[in-house]
């Protein structure tokens, strides 16, 4: 253990393209974009279907296809698309290989939990109040702005959570394949045999306490949301206390809400 | 490293069946023994954690730090420890397996109704008697649920020990050897086996399901 501290106090970790600084960065960039990607593909379609009630099961068994589907074998299986690919996005092998594998893989990873807490946090919100909406004359979009979406955050919030926290983890598998990210450090440790072994606990070290970091970031975010609104990428959500009031302004729907 | 070579070499595949059923068996080895393993202590926990709550909290707290511990990291912490033998692979797959099974198992015994523990008790069950005879058969759809998911994260998670050495077989072992010789009919074959493994244990746990509990699928049931 006294290794791992010693890698940690050595100032030669904390500089240049193979320093901390870096691969926390370019972890936080593969999942980031992972995140951003499965959102955009899981959120408006989880928000329809939760809406609408309409394609839950079709959607809840392909949540259930992309749980059943294992992150390492996808990034295997799309290596030869983006080995391919790799010419025309400008990454070459030797560059060390390439996001694409690790983002896709962790997009697709991401997606069922973001999709079906989407859906079932519609779900959960009472009938009633739909109703009384819609009495109201709010319109569809209002009523899912105004209404569900405010209501049902803190559920759809935690499939953020689940998402993020299984992101972050796993992506450290992108180092397999040359990517970047912490899991280098793991990786690179591991072709280091004994010699490595600071190098792979200061790696999972810092992978685990990212992870546990963002959960508990997030987990703040999930708490205060109820009174205050929360930035799931979109401003418009108001708190669900004010919903009673008419909305203001009327205003789109933004882009990935449906 | 593609040009001029198909992507897939049927020949090879054909010449090597015998030992990809090899690294089928393996792979299945590395996945069923942390799942009853992980089952058993998962249940111990589980029990434990129904009866005195207060530890629920920490139960999941630390079964959850174990689940977020970098799998690639896990299995290259214990190298050193017990080299490149089975527990290198089983232990971590197995910790995997905790936080899932738990959460369910807790679930599960959390479903069964409070009536039907109240009339247990009215006809003179012991609390062994109630816990094997009316907790468990209602709680097991909830806990073949976590069985499920375990099953399908530890065959992929069982890929990834192959990462560190050639002694645990399985797919994912056929992984690392066609991305080390850049052969891309190995590696493709080693993951989409492992995808199509994960769908059958899938598939598999759901039929169990509707199986062994016929009385969720009776139409409604209770009244």
């Known amino acids: 253990m006294e290794g791992v501290l ?15 600084p870096v691969r926390l960065i370019e972890h936080l960039y593969i999942s980031g974009i992972a995140i951003v990607a499965a959102t955009i593909v899981g959120l408006p379609v989880g928000l329809y279907i939760g809406h609408t009630g309409r394609g839950a099961n079709l959607a809840i068994n392909l949540a259930n296809i992309g749980r059943a ?5 996808i990034l295997v299986i799309i290596l030869p698309l983006s080995l391919s690919l790799a010419p025309v996005i400008g990454y070459t092998p030797e560059a060390g290989l390439n996001f694409l594998p690790i983002v896709i893989s962790m997009s697709l990873l991401a997606i069922p939990p973001i999709l079906v807490n989407a859906y079932a946090g519609l779900r959960s919100v009472d009938r009633d109040l739909i109703e009384a909406a819609r009495g109201m004359g709010l319109r569809e979009s209002q009523i899912l702005r105004t209404i569900e979406m405010p209501i049902a955050s803190p559920i759809i919030i935690g499939g953020f959570r689940t998402a993020t926290l299984q992101v972050i983890a796993t992506a450290t598998i992108g180092a397999i394949l040359a990517s970047g990210g912490l899991g280098r450090f793991i990786f690179d440790g591991i072709n280091q045999g004994l010699a490595g072994q600071p190098s792979i606990y200061a790696g999972a070290i810092l992978v685990t306490a990212l992870a546990v970091g963002t959960d508990f970031l997030l987990s703040i975010i999930q708490r ?5 609104g929360l930035r799931v990428g979109s401003r418009q959500i108001r708190p669900w206390r004010q919903a009673a009031e008419v909305p203001r302004g009327g205003g789109e729907v933004g882009p990935g809400f449906v | ?6 992507l897939i070499d049927f020949e090879w595949i054909l010449e090597h069946l015998d030992d990809i059923g090899e690294s089928i068996l393996q792979h299945l080895q590395l996945t069923v023994l942390p799942l009853v393993i992980g089952f058993a202590i998962s249940m111990v926990l589980a029990v434990w954690a129904v009866r005195q709550p207060r530890f629920y909290g920490p139960v999941t707290v630390v079964t959850g ?12 912490i214990l190298r050193p420890i017990f080299g490149l033998t089975l527990l290198t692979a089983l232990i971590p797959l197995t910790t995997y397996t905790l ?3 738990v959460r369910n198992i807790v679930a599960g015994f959390h479903a069964v109704p409070a009536d039907v523990l109240e009339a247990a008790e009215g ?8 816990l094997i005879r009316v907790e468990l058969p209602l709680a097991v759809p909830l806990m073949l649920a976590g069985v499920r998911l375990a099953s399908v994260t530890t065959i992929g998670l069982a890929t990834v020990a192959a990462v560190i050495g050639d002694s645990f077989g399985g797919l994912g072992q056929l992984i690392t050897e066609g991305l080390q010789t850049f052969f891309p009919t190995k590696y493709l074959l080693g993951a989409v086996l492992s995808v199509v493994l994960a769908f059958l244990a899938d598939a598999l746990f759901v039929q169990l399901e509707r199986i062994i509990t016929p009385w969720s699928r009776a139409g409604g049931g209770a009244r």
Do not use: C, E, H
């Not at chain 2, 490293?1 to 198909?6: E, I, T």
């Not at chain 2, 730090?65 to 290259?76: G, Q, R, W």
């Not at chain 2, 006809?123 to 109630?130: F, K, N």
């Open chain 2, 65 to 76: 730090i174990l689940y977020t511990v970098p799998s690639l990291a896990a299995f290259a």
């Open chain 2, 1 to 6: 490293m593609l040009q001029g070579k198909p």
């Open chain 2, 99 to 101: 936080l899932i099974l």
């Open chain 2, 123 to 130: 006809m003179g069950y012991t609390r062994r008697q109630r």
């Open chain 1, 6 to 20: 010693d890698f940690f106090l050595d100032p030669a970790n904390w500089t240049g393209a193979l320093g901390i």
């Open chain 1, 69 to 73: 589907v294992p992150s390492y074998a």
């Open chain 1, 224 to 228: 205060r949301l109820t009174p205050r």
